[in-house]
C-alpha cells in the first residue's frame, strides 16, 4: 500500500510536494511536448484542449501561441499547480483549468478546434471511452494528438519501478488507431519515437 500510494502521488493521482515537483519540471515529458508542438502546433485562434494537464507546463508553451485553452486533470492539487503555472492567462479569460475525468470531459460538444494528450493516457482506466470523449468536443475538422507509451517502454519502466509499469497501460500504436476509428477520428499521423514513444494525430470528421 505504501508503494501503491507513492505512485499515485508521484504520477498517478500526483499530489503534495512530490506531485508538484515532478509535474512542474517534468522533463522526461519534454520530448512528448516538443514533438506535438511540432507536428501540431496551437494557432492564434485555435480553442485548444489539454486532457491531464498535469502542471500546466505543455499549456503554458501552448498559451504562447496566442491561443485559448481548457487544461482538465483529475487531480485537484495538479488543477490547483496548473492554475498558478498560468495564473496570468487564467485572469485574462484565455485559459480555464477544470478538474475532471477523462471519460466525462467537463466540456461541450465540438467546442476545440484541437486536443491534446500527452503522457496521461496510459493511466486512463478507459481508454476507448477518454478517446470518444476527446472526439466529441472536437469541432468537425478538429484534430487530436495524443503521446503515450508503447509496449517497448514497459522493461525500463518496470526497471525503474515495477509498481509503476504494473499501474500503467502500454497501447500498440494499432491499438491506439483502432480506438481512433471507432471513435470517428481518422488517423493522420502516427509513429513510435525513441525518446517520445506513440505520437498519434486524428482529425475528426466534416460531419458528427
Known amino acids: 500500500m505504501i508503494f501503491g500510494n507513492l505512485v499515485d502521488r508521484a504520477a498517478r493521482r500526483p499530489s503534495g510536494l512530490l506531485g508538484y515537483l515532478l509535474y512542474r519540471f517534468p522533463l522526461g515529458h519534454r520530448p512528448g511536448f516538443d514533438l506535438v ?13 489539454e486532457i491531464g494537464c498535469g502542471g500546466g507546463v505543455f499549456m503554458r508553451r501552448a498559451l504562447m501561441s496566442g491561443c485559448q485553452g481548457l ?28 478538474h475532471g475525468d ?24 478507459d481508454p476507448e471511452a477518454s478517446i470518444a470523449e476527446m472526439a466529441r468536443i472536437l469541432k468537425p475538422g478538429g484534430r487530436l494528438a495524443l503521446v503515450t507509451s508503447p509496449p517497448e517502454f514497459e522493461p525500463q519502466i518496470a ?44 482529425r475528426k470528421g466534416a460531419v458528427a
Open 102 to 125: 477523462a471519460a466525462q470531459l467537463p466540456a461541450s460538444d465540438s467546442s476545440f478546434d484541437k486536443a491534446y494528450c500527452l503522457n496521461a493516457f496510459f493511466f486512463f482506466p
Open 159 to 202: 526497471r525503474f519501478s515495477k509498481r509503476m509499469a504494473s499501474s500503467m497501460r502500454f497501447d500498440a500504436i494499432e491499438t491506439l488507431d483502432d480506438w481512433m476509428r471507432t471513435a470517428g477520428l481518422e488517423t493522420e499521423e502516427m509513429k513510435t519515437t525513441p525518446n517520445a514513444g506513440n505520437l498519434i494525430i486524428a
Open 71 to 98: 487544461a482538465i486533470d483529475h487531480s485537484p492539487d495538479m488543477v490547483n499547480n496548473a492554475s498558478r503555472l498560468n495564473h496570468h492567462a487564467v485572469k485574462s479569460g484565455r485559459l480555464e483549468v477544470l
Open 37 to 49: 508542438l511540432d507536428r501540431l502546433p496551437p494557432e492564434a485562434d485555435d480553442r485548444i484542449a
